[in-house]
Structures are given as structure tokens and as C-alpha cells.
């Protein structure tokens, strides 16, 4: 599973509604835990209600008729006040981190939430955390587990993590990869792709699994890559291939007494290992130093030197593995006498010319 982009739902996966208990306290004294409970069962009894008869209403208003429902004897402006702290929720300890360390390993953070755009940015301003983008159930006039709410989500690359059994399970029978965050809630029906204990677990375990060490086994060389007459390349660690930023490596097979033309890779290092075979090198003002590696040698090009490659046996192929510090194909072709002009198999592409 390759992951580009977690959507998050918010109410109890980012936030943590069991942290309104606490400020509720001042309005209705130690009742407010198993008020806080009650409240929160209607808040969703009733946006699966409004799903049944295909009607609709803002979350901000589900959540006022929620409460109405349940302490019918509390006054209205006391309602208001505690309605508004759904604007102010505590985030889990571990969420703030979480998000950054997805942010550091370049994968796209969302909130899908039944909350309105409104509440949703505000929740967010207030408890700290940092997102790419906002989804709200409001933009489909539907509420979570309608499939329509998570049909906002792109599919391919997109893991959803909910911290609620119910959301998880609606969101896998919607044909989203998911992730379950098991704080001890019952679990959703349908066996999630990924079951995680906290969000800095889930964070760790998408950071390091899909962004940490890769094998690229020798089976899997890519050999899309520019070809010559004589000489066969292929790709192992590049930006597409393996996510690297800032370096190239891959295998060259180099024919029988295959030559390059002078040049150099203007600011680019580069790093040759010989595996089979006989390399010699020509450098200088007028290629006038010569050196040669065998099998296990490994040869340094510095920037900026012009130089020569050489296949210096006219029987055996050359067998080498190239490592660059950049992606692109720096190449500047020189005008010069070669000590050793190219002959034969001459090696040409868009980098050796």
C-alpha cells in the first residue's frame, strides 16, 4: 500500500471529545462525564437519523438539538456555551507530533470530518495542529457512514484513519485503504488494513515503512533509461524508483574496448565501482593522466575534470556501478585532442556525447 496522503477524521481521532468532560464541569458539576456521553450518542444517533430519511442538517445544529435532547432542563444560553466548546477541543497528546512527522516524510495530511468547514478550522486553530486540507460532510449534505462523504477522498494513495470503529468500518465498505486507532473502543466489523495504538505509532509506521530503507534487488533494475550502442544501463536509485533526492546509482555494462568522447559533469561528483573487467581513466587539460581499476576499485570524479572512459580490454565486457550526487544528466562535451580518440563501439547518449 502506498501512501501519499492520511485523511484524518477529527472527533476522536485528532481530538479528543472525552476532554470536554472536564470543562463541562462548570455547568453541570460532576455529571458532566455521563452527560458528555449522552450527548455525544445523540450528536450521532442523529446525523444517522438525518442519513435514514434524506434530510440534512449542519453539524453545528446537530450537535445544539443533541444537547437540547438530553438536558432539555438546562437553560438555553447555558446550551450555547457548552455547544461552543465543541470549537475548542483538547487534541490527543501524541497528535501535534504525529502530523509534523508526516509532514517530514512528504505525505499529505487531510481532516474528513461530519463537522462543518467552520468548526472543523476552528478546532484545529484552537488545539494547534497543522493540516493540508479540510474535507467537511456538509460539502455532500450527508453524514458519515453515507459512502458520498467518503467519496471526497481520492481513493489511490489515500489511507483513512479514524480513532471510531463505526467510521473505520464505513469507510472500508466505501473501498478506502484504513487505519484504525484501537484506544479501546469497539472495533469495526470489518478487518481494517492497518491497526494502530496511538497516532504517534500509525505516524512511525508510515514513516519509516514506506519512506525508510529500500531494497532494490538486482531482478528489479529498471532499464528504462537511455541505451547505447555497446553498453546496457540500468536504474536502481533515483527519485522515481526509490525516492531519492539527491543521488543516482545503477549498473553500466560497458562493451568490449567501448570509448566516451571528452568531458565533464560540471558540478556533479560521481562514483565508479568495478565490478568485472578492466576501467581506465584519462583526465587532464588534454586527457594527458591515465590511471586503471580492476574488479573491487572504486574510482572518484570530482567535478568540472574532463575526462575519459575506457573499456580497456578489447575482449571482456566492462561491468560497473555508477553513483552521482545529483539527478539530472549533467554533461559538457569537450573540444580537445583525446589521447586515446574514441574507436570502435563509441559511447553515445544523452549524457556522453
Given at each position: 500500500?502506498?501512501?501519499?496522503?492520511?485523511?484524518?477524521?477529527?472527533?476522536?481521532?485528532?481530538l479528543?471529545?472525552?476532554?470536554?468532560?472536564?470543562?463541562?464541569?462548570?455547568w453541570?458539576?460532576?455529571?458532566?462525564?455521563?452527560?458528555?456521553r449522552?450527548?455525544?450518542?445523540?450528536?450521532?444517533?442523529?446525523?444517522?437519523?438525518?442519513?435514514?430519511?434524506?434530510?440534512?442538517?449542519?453539524?453545528?445544529?446537530?450537535?445544539?438539538?443533541?444537547?437540547?435532547?438530553?438536558?432539555?432542563?438546562?437553560?438555553?444560553g447555558?446550551r450555547?456555551?457548552?455547544?461552543?466548546?465543541?470549537?475548542?477541543?483538547?487534541?490527543?497528546?501524541?497528535?501535534?507530533?504525529?502530523l509534523?512527522?508526516?509532514?517530514?516524510?512528504?505525505?499529505?495530511?487531510?481532516?474528513?470530518?461530519?463537522?462543518?468547514?467552520?468548526?472543523?478550522?476552528?478546532?484545529?486553530s484552537?488545539?494547534?495542529?497543522?493540516?493540508?486540507?479540510?474535507?467537511?460532510?456538509?460539502?455532500?449534505?450527508?453524514?458519515?457512514?453515507?459512502?458520498?462523504?467518503?467519496?471526497?477522498?481520492p481513493?489511490?494513495?489515500?489511507?483513512?484513519?479514524?480513532?471510531?470503529?463505526?467510521?473505520?468500518?464505513?469507510?472500508?465498505r466505501?473501498?478506502?485503504?484504513?487505519?484504525?486507532?484501537?484506544?479501546?473502543g469497539?472495533?469495526?466489523?470489518?478487518?481494517?488494513?492497518?491497526?494502530?495504538?496511538s497516532?504517534?505509532?500509525?505516524?512511525?509506521?508510515?514513516?519509516?515503512?514506506?519512506?525508510?530503507?529500500?531494497?532494490?534487488?538486482?531482478?528489479?533494475?529498471d532499464?528504462?533509461?537511455a541505451?547505447?550502442?555497446?553498453?546496457?544501463?540500468?536504474?536502481?536509485?533515483?527519485?522515481?524508483?526509490?525516492?531519492?533526492?539527491?543521488?543516482?546509482?545503477?549498473?553500466?555494462?560497458?562493451?568490449?574496448?567501448?570509448?566516451?568522447?571528452?568531458?565533464?559533469?560540471?558540478?556533479?561528483?560521481?562514483?565508479?565501482?568495478?565490478?568485472?573487467?578492466?576501467?581506465?581513466?584519462?583526465?587532464?587539460?588534454?586527457?594527458?593522466?591515465?590511471?586503471?581499476?580492476?574488479?573491487?576499485?572504486?574510482?572518484?570524479?570530482?567535478?568540472?575534470?574532463?575526462?575519459?572512459?575506457?573499456?580497456?580490454?578489447?575482449?571482456?565486457?566492462?561491468?560497473?556501478v555508477?553513483?552521482?550526487?545529483g539527478?539530472e544528466?549533467?554533461?559538457?562535451?569537450?573540444?580537445i585532442?583525446?589521447?586515446?580518440?574514441?574507436?570502435?563501439?563509441?559511447?553515445?547518449?544523452?549524457?556522453?556525447?
Amino acid at each position: 500500500m502506498h501512501v501519499e496522503r492520511v485523511a484524518f477524521d477529527l472527533y476522536g481521532t485528532l481530538l479528543d471529545v472525552g476532554g470536554l468532560a472536564a470543562r463541562l464541569r462548570a455547568w453541570v458539576g460532576d455529571s458532566a462525564p455521563e452527560l458528555l456521553r449522552r450527548w455525544r450518542e445523540a450528536q450521532l444517533e442523529r446525523t444517522w437519523d438525518l442519513n435514514r430519511r434524506g434530510a440534512y442538517e449542519p453539524f453545528d445544529e446537530v450537535t445544539a438539538r443533541a444537547l437540547q435532547q438530553v438536558a432539555p432542563e438546562l437553560a438555553a444560553g447555558i446550551r450555547e456555551e457548552m455547544c461552543a466548546t465543541w470549537l475548542s477541543l483538547p487534541a490527543f497528546p501524541d497528535a501535534g507530533e504525529a502530523l509534523l512527522a508526516l509532514a517530514r516524510a512528504g505525505i499529505r495530511r487531510l481532516v474528513l470530518s461530519n463537522g462543518t468547514a467552520a468548526m472543523i478550522r476552528s478546532a484545529l486553530s484552537a488545539s494547534g495542529l497543522t493540516v493540508d486540507e479540510v474535507r467537511s460532510a456538509d460539502e455532500v449534505r450527508a453524514y458519515k457512514t453515507d459512502p458520498r462523504v467518503y467519496a471526497l477522498l481520492p481513493p489511490a494513495g489515500t489511507l483513512f484513519v479514524s480513532g471510531n470503529g463505526w467510521d473505520a468500518e464505513g469507510a472500508k465498505r466505501a473501498g478506502l485503504a484504513v487505519a484504525w486507532l484501537d484506544r479501546g473502543g469497539p472495533a469495526p466489523s470489518l478487518a481494517p488494513d492497518l491497526r494502530a495504538g496511538s497516532l504517534s505509532e500509525l505516524a512511525a509506521h508510515l514513516g519509516w515503512r514506506d519512506r525508510g530503507v529500500r531494497i532494490v534487488k538486482g531482478t528489479e533494475l529498471d532499464p528504462n533509461t537511455a541505451q547505447t550502442p555497446g553498453m546496457s544501463r540500468a536504474a536502481a536509485i533515483n527519485r522515481a524508483r526509490a525516492g531519492a533526492e539527491k543521488i543516482w546509482a545503477g549498473t553500466v555494462t560497458i562493451h568490449a574496448n567501448a570509448k566516451t568522447g571528452p568531458h565533464h559533469h560540471g558540478d556533479l561528483e560521481s562514483v565508479i565501482y568495478v565490478v568485472r573487467g578492466r576501467a581506465r581513466m584519462r583526465w587532464g587539460e588534454k586527457l594527458e593522466y591515465m590511471a586503471e581499476a580492476g574488479p573491487g576499485d572504486f574510482i572518484y570524479v570530482p567535478p568540472f575534470v574532463p575526462h575519459q572512459e575506457i573499456n580497456a580490454s578489447r575482449e571482456e565486457e566492462l561491468s560497473c556501478v555508477v553513483v552521482r550526487s545529483g539527478q539530472e544528466p549533467v554533461v559538457v562535451n569537450l573540444d580537445i585532442a583525446a589521447a586515446e580518440p574514441p574507436e570502435e563501439v563509441r559511447w553515445i547518449d544523452s549524457i556522453h556525447h
